[in-house]
């Protein structure tokens, strides 16, 4: 079965500076991965996903994810956070041919001045 | 139209109540999803309707009934909950997954249900 890690709960950043929320995974074959934002009282928004190919994924609103299969993680970066950043932020996991993904815990993004 | 809607975005009922939470899409998406979510907690899983069928169903309670119309419409059934039935419910679509790729899934805003 798959599962899926965020070990940071909640990370704090100073507006423009970098960004990275870690997601390792574990699944027995090639991993298909996503990541979401939300924020406050809303629905989940898709961020980017990893099929297949260049490792390095670009993603909306400035963030990129890079798959690391020998360390079984999927980052998520940004070289400059915005304070409109601040949201929940869910790394997933999708077996091939399966509808169900299966979300991490969860990593609380806030941005301070 | 790359939006999935829902409705209402509040509910607030009794333990008595039948209501029902309503989804929309217009992407032409095949796959038509129910989670819940808790606060502070990632969604999950609750059903999965692929073409219109229920191909999953997480061993959710018999209180909550699913009904795909049609393509485009997906609802939520709810009898006799219980207060800790209250939580965030999502919807969300996708692309039927292909046997190789599972589909990324687009989210609705969500209704916020709270059961007294």
């Known amino acids: 079965a798959q599962s899926v890690t965020q070990p940071d709960i909640h990370i704090t950043v100073s507006e423009g500076a970098s960004l990275e929320l870690r997601c390792n995974y574990s699944?027995?074959?090639?991993?298909?991965l996503f990541w979401y934002v939300q924020s406050p009282g809303q629905g989940l928004q898709l961020l980017l996903k990893y099929f297949s190919g260049d490792t390095l994924v670009q993603g909306i609103k400035g963030f990129e994810a890079e798959f690391k299969r020998s360390q079984s993680s999927f980052n998520l970066r940004k070289p400059s956070v915005h304070w409109s950043d601040a949201a929940e932020y869910f790394c997933a996991v999708g077996a091939g041919g399966n509808e169900k993904l299966t979300f991490g815990t969860g990593t609380r993004l806030t941005i301070i001045p | 139209d790359t939006e999935v809607t829902q409705t209402p975005k509040h509910l607030v009922m009794g333990m008595t109540n039948k209501k029902s939470l309503k989804c929309e899409q217009h992407m032409g998406h095949r796959a038509m999803y129910w989670y819940k979510q808790k606060a502070k907690k990632p969604p999950e899983l609750m059903f999965v309707?692929?073409?219109?069928?229920?191909?999953i169903n997480e061993s959710v309670p018999s209180r909550f009934s699913p009904e795909c119309p049609n393509s485009s419409l997906l609802n939520l059934h709810l009898h006799a909950l219980q207060p800790e039935d209250s939580a965030l419910y999502l919807c969300?679509?996708?692309?039927?997954?292909?046997?190789?790729?599972?589909?990324?899934?687009?989210f609705g805003p969500g209704t916020r249900l709270t059961v007294l």
């Open positions: 309707y692929s073409y219109e069928k229920l191909s």
């Open positions: 969300a679509s996708s692309q039927v997954a292909s046997g190789t790729l599972p589909p990324g899934q687009y």
């Open positions: 699944y027995g074959a090639t991993p298909y």
